[in-house]
């Protein structure tokens, strides 16, 4: 999520999943603008970690009926700490 435009830009892989885990992307980006509009970090692994939170509670919320795949998926990619690879300072 580009904060500074609103801009998302979401990987092929997620845009090609199923409903379900696009739309938690969305929730999961669109915390991040939240995250900016209130004026807290937007990037690294407090915001992560908080923004995959909240896409948990989407997902649950939803009623997915893969939540434990899609669960083990976000809690390996936190691990893999890819926001250190991904994110850029703006």
């Known amino acids: 999520m580009d904060v500074r435009n609103g801009i998302c830009l979401v990987n092929q892989n997620s845009f090609e999943a199923d409903v379900d885990w ?15 509009l209130a004026g807290k970090q937007t990037i690294g ?11 948990k509670r ?19 990619s936190l691990n893999g700490k890819y926001w250190n690879f991904v994110c850029r300072k703006v």
Not at 45 to 55: G, I, K, P, R
């Open 22 to 36: 696009y739309s938690s992307v969305l929730v999961h980006e669109s915390e991040h603008m939240h995250l900016y």
């Open 45 to 55: 692994e407090a915001a992560e970690y908080h923004c995959v939170e909240v896409q």
């Open 58 to 76: 989407f997902i649950t919320k939803a009623k997915t009926p893969k939540k434990k795949n899609y669960f083990a998926d976000l809690d390996n």
